[in-house]
C-alpha cells in the first residue's frame, strides 16, 4: 500500500519537509503495522521496512503513535477522498446514493481496511487514545453523506428531520453486517461486486421509500 503524505493533530510537528521521504516511512510503517500489530511493531523494523535510519524516521515522526496516528491518517484520507468525489458526480439522487454506497461498502470491508480496524482495536489497551482516532474517522465518513443529504433536503429531493441519524441509517442499511462480519472473521474473503451491488440497491430503495420525497427520482 502506497502511502500519502499525511499530518497528525494535536502533537508537535516534526522537522521532516520532504514529501516523498515521508511517505516512504508511512508506506513501510503501515506493513509493518499490519504484518506485526501495533504492539509488537517497533521504530526499528519500521525503519528497515522503509528504507531509512531510526534518525530519519524521528526528523518525521515524534515516536510509534506519532507514526501509527499518521499511517490511521493517510488510510482515512485516501478512503475519504474517493467518497466525495463519488458524491460530487452528477446524476439523479438514487443513481448516487448507489454508487457511494457501493464504494462505501467495498472500501469498508476491503482487506486493507479491515486489517487497520483490527489493529486499532488490538492497540487500544495500550494507545487509548486511539480510540479518538477511531471515532472522528466514523465522523468524517458521516459527514461527507450528511452534507449530500442536506442539499437534497434543500431541493426537496429527501424529507429527513434527523440528518445525523439517517446518514447512521443508511451506512447500516448499506452494510447490512458486513461489517462486523468482516472484522470478525466470520467471513473471509471480501464480498463481491454482485453481492455489494445487491445490498446496497436494496437499502437505497428502503432509504428513499422512507425518506423520499415525489422529487426523489429526479
Do not use: W
Not at 36 to 62: C, P, Q, R
Not at 96 to 113: E, Y
Not at 156 to 172: K, M, S, Y
Amino acid at each position: 500500500m502506497q502511502m500519502a503524505p499525511s499530518s497528525p493533530r494535536g502533537r508537535r510537528r516534526a522537522a521532516g519537509t520532504d514529501p516523498a521521504k515521508r511517505a516512504q516511512i508511512l508506506t513501510g510503517a503501515a506493513r509493518v503495522f499490519m504484518r506485526d500489530g501495533y504492539e509488537t511493531a517497533n521504530v526499528g523494523a519500521i525503519a528497515a521496512e522503509a528504507g531509512v535510519s531510526k534518525g530519519t524516521l524521528y526528523v518525521y515522526f515524534d515516536d510509534k503513535l506519532d507514526l501509527f496516528v499518521a499511517v490511521i491518517h493517510a488510510i482515512r484520507d485516501k478512503f475519504f477522498g474517493e467518497l466525495e468525489a463519488e458524491l460530487a458526480r452528477p446524476g439523479p439522487l438514487p443513481d448516487r446514493l448507489r454508487r457511494f454506497g457501493r464504494l462505501m461498502v467495498r472500501i469498508v470491508t476491503s482487506d486493507d481496511v479491515i486489517r487497520t480496524h483490527r489493529v486499532m482495536l488490538g492497540a487500544l489497551e495500550k494507545a487509548p487514545e486511539l480510540g479518538a482516532e477511531f471515532a472522528e474517522g466514523m465522523a468524517k465518513g458521516q459527514s461527507i453523506l450528511c452534507a449530500a443529504l442536506q442539499a437534497a433536503i434543500d431541493t426537496g429531493q429527501l424529507r429527513i428531520g434527523d440528518v445525523d441519524l439517517a446518514c447512521n441509517q443508511f451506512f447500516e442499511l448499506c452494510q447490512a453486517g458486513l461489517f462486523r462480519k468482516r472484522l470478525l472473521g466470520v467471513m473471509v474473503d471480501e464480498p463481491s461486486g454482485e453481492e455489494i451491488a445487491r445490498l446496497v440497491d436494496s437499502a437505497v430503495d428502503m432509504f428513499l421509500d422512507h425518506y423520499g420525497t415525489p422529487r426523489s427520482r429526479d
